[in-house]
């Protein structure tokens, strides 16, 4: 290295919460909202680290090893002696639209709070964090303390992420009281608003929520028809090209690392939208939710 040059410094980004696999008709696939977002954030040039704990059997190492070759750091995902890895039985409607049977008690469910993860938790730039794997007391009790070790200037990215009836009204508010960035889709603004009392347009609804929780940023995904991203003083709306949809699965945390990238890389949010709208197409447009990007969706 000659004398000035710059040290490239990646940010440091994790995911906590789930890890598991995705069983589709076809075959599984390696799945987990967090999980995925990781494995998006370091193709987009961060330096990941995950957050969760899988069971000591096939799945369990072959979810390792996905992670490992994807570039994830995972000296904080434990190994249980008790409970399986987690797997979900994924259905695809018409419109590729999933619908999840998420198996309950297993591993990541009972992430047990780690002196490496008390380690890691002050280094972070971003970390996320959803609803689902807050479901079961041990892991929820883990990734409250995890999120609280965090430096006041990280992004704490609250992914909603409803699933089923695996959340309630206590989780969605600790959680949004916890975070300072929170990404939604249209199906999960209403549970939001209703808990919060807010009513009106969707950048209506956004706008409350953004003041109520101080929040830096939020995104809400329609699918198709866009997002819409918000500050406490500008917002953007951008919409997808048309695409051939295969799935959904993994989309929406493909969003989520993009925005993240581009918010801590200070990009316009014009252009992070239209980047994380982008990246979140082509992901639909394959197989698994973590598909090998193409370069030029890697800026």
């Not at 991203?229 to 959904?248: K, L």
Request: a negative charge; hydrophobic letters at 40%; aromatic letters at 6%.
């Amino acid at each position: 290295m000659s004398e000035g040059e710059t040290v490239f410094s990646a940010y440091k980004i994790c995911g906590v919460g789930e890890v598991l696999w995705d069983a589709f008709p076809e075959g599984e696939k390696f799945g987990g909202a967090p999980a995925n977002f990781t494995c998006h954030s370091h193709s987009l040039g961060a330096e990941t680290y995950v957050v969760s704990c899988i069971g000591k059997d096939k799945r369990g190492q072959m979810a390792r090893d996905f992670l490992d070759n994807h570039g994830v750091d995972t000296s904080c995902l434990v190994d249980s002696d008790t409970c399986q890895t987690g797997v979900v039985i994924v259905t695809l409607d018409a419109e590729g639209k999933p619908d999840y049977e998420i198996k309950e008690g297993v591993a990541w469910d009972n992430i047990p709070l780690t002196d490496a993860m008390v380690a890691l938790a002050p280094q972070l730039d971003a970390v996320c964090y959803g609803s689902l794997s807050q479901r079961n007391a041990v892991s929820r009790d883990t990734i409250t303390k995890f999120i609280a070790a965090t430096r006041p200037d990280c992004l704490r990215v609250f992914d909603i992420n409803i699933r089923q009836h695996f959340y309630n009204d206590d989780i969605i508010r600790n959680s949004l009281q916890a975070a300072n960035v929170l990404k939604l889709n249209d199906e999960e603004l209403p549970i939001v608003a209703e808990l919060i009392g807010a009513s009106g347009t969707d950048q209506e609804i956004v706008r409350a929520i953004i003041k109520q929780f101080d929040l830096k940023l939020v995104a809400l995904t329609m699918g198709p028809k866009g997002a819409l991203m918000a500050t406490s003083d500008e917002s953007s709306f951008a919409a997808p090209e048309p695409t051939n949809v295969i799935n959904t699965v993994g989309a929406g945390d493909s969003f989520t690392g993009a925005m993240i990238m581009g918010f801590l890389n200070n990009k316009p949010l014009a252009e992070i939208n239209q980047a994380a709208n982008k990246l979140a197409a082509y992901v639909c447009t394959q197989h698994g939710a973590v598909p090998e990007l193409p370069a030029s969706l890697m800026q």
